[in-house]
């Protein structure tokens, strides 16, 4: 059957399925990196977690009593809820308990608006801190971008309100993931909206009636961070919090802990991390770098055995077929012998 008959039939010219697998690797090797990558890289538009820090032996004011309580457990628990708002922002609403031996030593909330590219807060919406809406957050919010260099980004503390820098300190590995590590010194500083009245003798021995007092914090915060998929693997705080009189000299201590996040949700961070990161790594590198050549050698070979069948059709040297008369056709006759005749051949004609 010739080409053209081929053709006239509705069947595909040699090559096209082959052809078609190619263009389509191709254009899927160019679209996973430029586009899926992109929207699987976002922050998850609605999320429910916990961040459980713990610190053991450590010691906090008692201010039903005002007494000084130490050698205990403490228990610090970050609750985040969010939901989408908008295709590329996520509202995050965040409370924080600071639990010891149980009993509630400290609580707020934040509402903040997440832009999910850059993990970044977003001055939109509702924010607040502890129910101050003046506040305009500024940086990180938790998580960082994914694939981010080896820069310093400025993180939020909304005690604070402010955003000083995590700066970048080196490499570590923990539970088989490299991972980045990131510190933030917050050096002693005014919580807004903090003051209250306290008895007067926690700065002078001996005095009577209460003074206004405002709490301080001081804070070393060190994250690890895996830097393909900007999951923050585990955490760490040195706290220092404590009172100091207005316009007096004088301070005693309100906490002081050294909190780290617990082994059971370091780990389930880690086997995060872990699978975040080879996803995007397969979507940016891998499948790239596989289905291109892939579609590229497909693609010329179903160029090629199209052009070859062109050719075959083409050609006006190849016979689609035998000739009438030629042997093996169906119409050619088989000679027979001459009639026999007295033994001797009669000569035909």
Known sequence: ???????????????????????????????????????????PAEARFDATMVADGAGYMDTSTWTWVSGVRIVRTTSVGSQAHGPDWSAWEMSVDTVAEGAMIDHWSRRVIVDRHTGRAVNCCGEHVNGDRAVRQAGLVFSWPPGAGEADHPFYDAEVRSAPLMEFQGMDEIAGLTVRRYTQAIAATQVPESA???????????????????????????????????????????????????????????????????????????????????????????????????????????????????????????????????????????????????GERVPTA
Not at 13 to 27: C, D, K, S, Y
Not at 213 to 231: D, N
Not at 274 to 285: C, F, G, I, K, Y
Not at 303 to 319: K, Q, T
């Open 196 to 342: 209250r009245e306290v008895p007067a003798w926690l700065f002078t021995p001996g005095a009577e009636g209460t003074v206004t007092a405002t709490r301080w914090l001081q804070v070393m915060r060190t994250h690890w961070v895996e830097p393909t998929s900007g999951t923050v693997v585990n955490t760490h705080e040195a706290r220092l919090e404590t009172l100091r009189p207005q316009n007096a000299p004088g301070e005693v201590r309100l906490l002081h802990a050294e909190l780290g996040l617990r082994e059971n949700q370091i780990a389930a961070r880690a086997e995060q991390a872990r699978v975040r990161s080879l996803t995007l790594s397969a979507m940016d590198v891998w499948a790239p770098w596989t289905l291109g050549p892939a579609g590229g050698l497909l693609l010329v070979a179903g160029g090629v055995l199209a052009w070859i069948g062109r050719l075959r059709g083409a050609d006006p040297s190849e016979p689609d077929g035998p000739e009438p008369g030629d042997p093996g056709d169906g119409d050619t006759e088989v000679p027979t012998d001459p009639p026999f005749t007295g």
């Open 1 to 43: 059957m010739s080409a053209n008959d081929t053709a006239g039939r509705g069947f595909l010219p040699r090559g096209t399925v082959i052809a078609a697998i190619g263009a389509f690797l191709l254009t899927l090797a160019a679209m996973l990196p430029l586009y899926v990558h992109e929207r699987v890289a976002l922050l």
